[in-house]
């Protein structure tokens, strides 16, 4: 007979998923208003920045391209890649 776990961590790789994903959505959210070009004084446009600023902070200038762009996508577009591919991962070991 397998041993099966709880439905707690069931509940807790699902918690751990979707701050992972609400973290990734944060950062390519502001990638796209960057990218377009949005209001900076606009309150939301501005906590997005700063959130997503906070959640990229380990790899906000890591790269160093020519154009501004670049820079913004590559060093925010990392983060929203590791925390998708850690807390999914994590989660997914929960699961097991």
């Known amino acids: 007979m397998a041993y ?11 918690v751990i998923a979707v701050v992972a994903d609400i973290m990734a959505f ?3 959210l502001w990638i796209l208003m960057y990218l377009l070009d949005a209001n900076r004084g606009n309150d939301l446009v501005e906590f997005v920045r700063q959130t997503a600023r906070w959640l990229a ?5 890591l790269f160093t391209f020519d ?3 670049a820079n913004v996508v590559a060093g925010y577009g990392l983060a929203a890649v590791v925390y998708l591919f850690i807390g999914h991962a994590v989660a997914g070991r929960i699961r097991r």
Do not use: H, L, P, V
Not at 4 to 14: E, F, I, L, P, V
């Open 4 to 14: 099966r776990r709880g439905n707690g961590s069931s509940t807790a790789a699902r």
């Open 67 to 69: 154009k501004t762009w």
């Open 26 to 28: 944060i950062i390519g």
């Open 57 to 61: 902070g380990w790899s906000y200038d």
